[in-house]
T-cell receptor, first 114, second 113 residues
Framework: GAVVSQHPSWVICKSGTSVKIECRSLDFQATTMFWYRQFPKQSLMLMATSNEGSKATYEQGVEKDKFLINHASLTLSTLTVTSAHPEDSSFYIC??????????FGPGTRLTVT | LAKTTQPISMDSYEGQEVNITCSHNNIATNDYITWYQQFPSQGPRFIIQGYKTKVTNEVASLFIPADRKSSTLSLPRVSLSDTAVYYCLVGDVSGAGSYQLTFGKGTKLSVIP
């Protein structure tokens, strides 16, 4: 089946620093990747949609300059949280699709900002 | 955006059939209905997807009425390992639409021995 990986699985960073999260489709080419954020005991909230080679489309209320998304290839998308603050601590999940009406989700990345 | 509404929680005994209903009154023509299972600190896992009528796979069935304003996930003979949060997602990832993906708040299913 289609497998999506994320790296790192968890990360701790200091307030004010930046952290990059990678999302890879391991056995298929993903035309589109999605980034979600999930706070404890809450649902997934779509942050942005990225297509290979083009700028990401951000959901309303998501700061483009704070959450930088790069989709450089059909198998890799990265999310960089710039100048992270404690309120950015969350579970970040990516998913990928190939126009097959199904999203394949990664295992998630737990970000803790101290 | 097609807003979805699910029960917050459900309890069931092992071996029983569980039905979880999701309401999505303003579902769009291009939207599909997908159900996911999520365990703590893991990404969602695909369960089943449908557009209309009934869909069945090896783990679940999905019932969608003709007006598509709701859907029901049916899990036959649940076991303790089915304890998880179940999400209803309505949206279009085909590329034909604008990827308006809205997760419901999820239903926490607790299976009791």
């Amino acid at each position: 089946g289609a497998v999506v990986s994320q790296h790192p699985s968890w990360v701790i960073c200091k307030s004010g620093t930046s952290v990059k999260i990678e999302c890879r489709s391991l056995d298929f080419q993903a035309t589109t990747m999605f980034w979600y954020r999930q706070f404890p005991k809450q649902s997934l909230m779509l942050m942005a949609t990225s297509n290979e080679g083009s700028k990401a489309t951000y959901e309303q209320g998501v700061e483009k300059d704070k959450f930088l998304i790069n989709h450089a290839s059909l198998t890799l998308s990265t999310l960089t949280v710039t100048s992270a603050h404690p309120e950015d601590s969350s579970f970040y999940i990516c998913s990928a699709t190939t126009f097959g009406y199904e999203q394949y989700f990664g295992p998630g990345t737990r970000l803790t900002v101290t | 955006l097609a807003k979805t509404t699910q029960p917050i929680s459900m309890d069931s005994y092992e071996g029983q059939e569980v039905n979880i209903t999701c309401s999505h009154n303003n579902i769009a023509t291009n939207d599909y209905i997908t159900w996911y299972q999520q365990f703590p600190s893991q990404g969602p896992r695909f369960i089943i997807q449908g557009y209309k009528t009934k869909v069945t796979n090896e783990v679940a069935s999905l019932f969608i009425p003709a007006d598509r304003k709701s859907s029901t996930l049916s899990l036959p003979r649940v076991s303790l390992s089915d304890t998880a949060v179940y999400y209803c997602l309505v949206g279009d990832v085909s590329g034909a639409g604008s990827y308006q993906l809205t997760f419901g708040k999820g239903t926490k299913l607790s299976v009791i021995p």
